[in-house]
């Protein structure tokens, strides 16, 4: 269970966050030694303050849809960044992908890289609306643009991490990028399973002990 702890982003994002339940997902994670918090970006400098480097904090990008125009993005993860944030998970268009402008996907992606600079930067694809084949591009672009994680979802979508899609990002990322898996995990069993399908991060709103 440390295992699954420590590799565990901790996560709350839910629309009606307050102050105290995000100090309060600190204040567990403290304890629990996780890799994150992921919070919403309006909780970004007060949660790293609160924190004091105790844990490290991320924060979502184009969060839920991924529908903000790029110059957008780009303008969430430099106020993100100057707020103290460690990690930056960043929602692609779908539409994009959808219509095949991978130039336009790959070119956003570089950009939030650039952003971010050392700090990772997950890019989540929400596999629940994509085929194989579009999960298989969306690996390979995010690689040519030099993110580091591919991660399979937002939690808001119609359906979470699954073994199979956590199989196939961890097969065609060539050992260049990371998985996460994230949406609806809420047991040790299905992390595990998950992690050892090739999940590197896991993202769960709640400290899997079971």
């Excluded at 609160?50 to 490290?56: F, I, M, R």
């Excluded at 903000?68 to 106020?79: G, N, S």
């Excluded at 643009?145 to 990002?169: N, Q, R, W």
């Amino acid at each position: 269970m440390k295992k699954i702890t420590e590799i565990i982003d901790y996560t709350y994002l839910k629309p009606f966050a307050r102050w105290e339940d995000i100090k309060s997902l600190c204040d567990s994670a403290k304890s629990a030694n996780v890799a994150s918090v992921c919070i919403p970006p309006t909780y970004v400098k007060r949660a790293v303050d609160y924190l004091d480097g105790a844990v490290p904090v991320c924060t979502v990008i184009g969060f839920p849809l991924g529908y903000q125009k790029t110059d957008l993005k780009i303008k969430e993860a430099e106020l993100a960044v100057s707020d103290g944030v460690s990690e930056l998970d960043m929602v692609v268009n779908i539409g994009d992908l959808k219509d095949k402008r991978y130039d336009v996907i790959e070119n956003e992606i570089r950009s939030l890289k650039k952003v971010a600079g050392e700090r990772i930067l997950k890019v989540i694809i929400e596999t629940c609306y994509l085929n194989d084949e579009e999960k298989i591009i969306m690996c390979d672009l995010i690689i040519k643009a030099g993110a580091d994680f591919v991660k399979t979802s937002t939690g808001f979508g119609d359906a979470g991490a699954t073994v199979h899609d956590v199989e196939l990002l961890y097969r065609h990322s060539e050992g260049k990028i990371r998985v996460k898996a994230s949406g609806g995990i809420r047991t040790g069993a299905q992390a595990l399973e998950l992690m050892k399908a090739g999940a590197q991060r896991i993202g769960s709103s709640v400290l899997l002990e079971d």
